[in-house]
């Protein structure tokens, strides 16, 4: 076994650690509905463990989900909750100690989401397609989620067979019952027309017509400086050097989960911002405040 694989099978096998996540997950999602899924999935996951009699590790997942898969239960909601554990938890593990001997946890979500090929085999064919173009994992969930969503509106209809009266269908209940903005409704389109031209071979037709999303025009909530600082006041350790970077770097939060120790140039105070989005690298300035508490890290 290569090096790159050996590392990746030991983080997969290695336990992760998470106490609070139901507070957590409380204080972080606002749709009661997805709080109660969520908290479901994990929990029903975590009694899994405990009558396996194993901790929480990338192969535990693995596991559960192949048994799941194995009752014809439908896993994407799991595996969404699973994912959600892991990242977060790998968020949290910045205010603990970083001197033990384990594996980053980075390193569990990439084994998450090199396995997780999708299930159904219309899925499988549009996970294939965009790893083989190297699109980003933020672009991967999106596409998957937009086209569950389909699959579910079609109510048990094959999804490799919907017309392009079922897409303009689609598109007018996003805007008319779920009243999203012309934005999503794009994002949905445009994960449909991947999944129907790209991934299925199939063309999906003339769906003009459609209703639209809902345009709205609104003025964005900024910070001034001084509340800036009021926040960064109430934050300690780690969490406050990574709010602290984010603000100062322009950096969004997958920019600053994914920076490496080589991406800092303390010489040139800049940073290499890598698959940023659109998948493009860029440079960011490094704030002269924070060259001393990165440098001694």
């Not at 009694?47 to 239960?73: C, P, T």
């Not at 709010?243 to 940073?271: C, H, P, S």
Request: proline share 4%.
């Amino acid at each position: 076994m290569k090096k790159s694989e050996d590392k990746v099978a030991s983080a997969a096998s290695t336990p992760v650690s998470f106490h609070g996540w139901r507070e957590v997950l409380q204080a972080e999602c606002t749709e009661p509905a997805v709080l109660h899924a969520r908290e479901g999935d994990i929990f029903a996951w975590l009694k899994f463990l405990n009558a396996s009699h194993r901790r929480a590790s990338v192969e535990a997942v693995l596991d559960y989900l192949h048994a799941l898969e194995e009752a014809g239960e439908n896993t994407n909601s799991v595996r969404s909750s699973l994912r959600w554990f892991f990242k977060t938890a790998a968020i949290q593990r910045g205010e603990e100690n970083t001197d033990s001997p384990a594996p980053p946890l980075q390193e569990h979500i990439i084994a998450v989401e090199r396995e997780d090929k999708g299930g159904p085999p219309w899925e499988q064919l549009l996970v294939t397609v965009i790893r083989r173009r190297h699109l980003q994992w933020r672009t991967e969930e999106t596409y998957r989620g937009w086209a569950h969503r389909f699959a579910s509106w079609l109510r048990g209809r094959p999804i490799e067979e919907a017309r392009a009266e079922d897409i303009r269908g689609f598109l007018d209940h996003l805007a008319v019952d779920r009243k999203v903005s012309a934005s999503t409704q794009k994002q949905a389109l445009n994960a449909l027309v991947f999944l129907q031209k790209e991934a299925l071979g199939r063309d999906p037709g003339d769906f003009s017509g459609y209703r639209p999303g809902r345009s709205s025009k609104r003025i964005p909530t900024v910070l001034s400086q001084k509340e800036c600082q009021a926040l960064f006041a109430q934050l300690t350790g780690a969490n406050r050097l990574m709010a602290q970077l984010m603000y100062g770097a322009d950096l969004r939060l997958m920019e600053l989960l994914r920076l490496r120790v080589q991406d800092v140039n303390f010489e040139q105070g800049i940073l290499i911002v890598r698959s940023g989005k659109g998948g493009k690298d860029r440079v960011s300035v490094l704030p002269e405040s924070l060259r001393s508490p990165l440098d001694s890290l």
